[in-house]
């Protein structure tokens, strides 16, 4: 991999960092301000309502300049939706300005790549990528529940500014604001990023002529055989992986008898997971391999199910190691075991799908807009699965049963994935077998 390469990767890094802390500061101004137990899914569906209405656009922005100077233009635009939070704006309605800045910044984080780099290095650069995201999760989750634990939030309310009155006076705005200085950090990073040299086409401006051209995009990608298989496995993956954001918090609280700030850092655990599965495929995966890690997709939602099995009443609240003031304890051992492993398997077989879906999405039209039809899809899904949970939190479902028809949809969705592709599989066979017969 190239300088350039590694640049990218702390833009990456630092961006989604401050997202994900921010994700728990606006949960925390959302207990502070008293807001039903609903609202709280409804900040991530916000976030990505944006990847999904505006994805016509956004691929053509992506190519309309240099990567970098996209990434810096959308970093900024998270730095607006951060301060607007501070500044006394809706958590929900300011967290998606943030992810309004996510939606454009996306197209061009992952372009880049295939500017950067040749198809055989595409699965390990989206295992460092993807590690580094999730990395970036673990981080950022942490981070935020430090933030807005009472002891770290009270030596931060402690610094006063001489004549100047700041108006911070909780643990959530308090958090807010160091969170801000990381968005600046991503943007002068931003700033470093050099430029390949790769121009499209000049990119239409009509946004009717905007709109058929991203349609053409979404029916070839949908249309192509490798595409289709891996473009489904991505969708289901991140409508999975943001709604268990909120179910592992909730499960935090109900099974294991965890705060918000705790269930930040219980979330963090199934993110190392993620980073370790994702750098495990990029060394053993190559790319014309990548469809055999389908049934691992399986496996991770049946073991989700497992975990609504289980709650921390079933062994002795024995203290077995002390870091700080963290404590692991004998009943948690078996939650934190559960959480890795739905990580492993997600990250194992994400990583492989994502760099077969860019390879087939470069090869068959530009960076640009091939990951704006993949952001389409995949915010979707967020967003459908956000709502049914959001409903089953207000009908106050149980959270077991919840768990449980997570898991199950998730492994039922990619068993008909792999049918899919077995069947797509006979259909090339047959159809080269019938070339070679009349060759």
């Known amino acids: 991999m190239n300088r350039s390469f590694y640049i990218i990767m702390a833009a990456q890094f630092f961006s989604s960092l401050a997202d994900n802390a921010l994700l728990i500061a606006a949960i925390a101004l959302l207990v502070q301000l008293n807001a039903p137990a609903w609202m709280t899914p409804l900040l991530k ?38 301060a607007a939070m501070l500044l006394g704006g809706h958590p929900i309605i300011s967290y998606a300005i943030v992810g309004l800045g996510a939606a454009a910044y996306s197209p061009a984080k992952y372009g880049i790549l295939t500017e950067l780099l040749p198809p055989e290095k ?32 009270q030596s931060l309310l402690s610094f006063d500014m001489p004549a100047l009155d700041t108006g911070i006076d909780t643990p959530a705005e308090s958090a ?25 086409v000049t990119q239409k401006t009509n946004p009717i002529e905007l709109v058929k051209d991203f349609a053409v995009c979404f029916k070839t990608l949908w249309s192509d055989r490798l595409g289709q298989i891996s473009l489904a496995v991505t969708t289901l993956f ?44 990029a060394w053993r995966v190559p790319l014309r391999s990548s469809l055999n890690v389908l049934p691992y997709g399986i496996a991770m939602g049946l073991v989700v ?47 492989p799908m994502n760099a077969l879906l860019q390879h087939r999405g470069h090869v068959l039209m530009s960076a640009g807009h091939s990951i704006a ?16 949970y959001s409903l089953l939190i207000w009908l106050d479902a149980s959270v077991q049963y919840v768990i449980i028809g997570f898991g199950l949809t998730v492994s039922l969705i990619m068993w008909l994935v792999i049918k899919r ?16 017969h009349k060759h």
């Open 238 to 281: 991140w409508g999975a992986g943001a709604t268990l954001q909120f179910i592992v918090i909730k499960w935090a609280q109900v099974a294991l008898h965890m705060n918000l700030s705790q269930g930040a850092i219980l979330q963090a655990i199934s993110a190392v997971g993620v980073a370790a599965g994702a750098v495990w495929a």
């Open 122 to 153: 595409l699965v390990a650069a989206n295992g460092w990528i993807e590690g580094l995201t999730v990395g970036s999760i673990i981080f950022g989750t942490v981070f935020g529940g430090i933030l807005i634990s009472s002891t770290v939030s």
């Open 305 to 351: 199910c497992v975990m609504a099995l289980y709650n921390s009443n079933m062994l002795p609240d024995i203290v077995l190691l002390t870091v700080g003031k963290l404590e692991v304890s004998l009943n948690l051992l078996p939650a934190y075991f559960l959480l890795l492993l739905v990580g492993w398997l997600a990250g194992y077989f994400v990583v």
């Open 176 to 200: 807010i604001l160091v969170i801000m200085m990381f968005y600046v950090i991503a943007a002068l990073i931003n700033l470093r990023i050099p430029d390949t040299g790769a121009r499209y």
């Open 373 to 388: 039809v993949q952001n389409f899809n995949e915010n979707i899904s967020v967003l459908m699965m956000l709502l049914v």
């Open 421 to 436: 592709h077995i069947a797509n599989q006979a259909e090339y066979d047959s159809m080269h077998l019938i070339g070679e």
């Open 45 to 82: 569906l916000f976030f990505v309502l944006s990847y999904v209405l505006l994805a016509a656009f956004v691929g053509a922005f992506a190519d309309s300049r240099p990567k970098g100077n996209v990434m810096f233009i959308t970093n900024t635009i998270k730095f607006v939706g951060c």
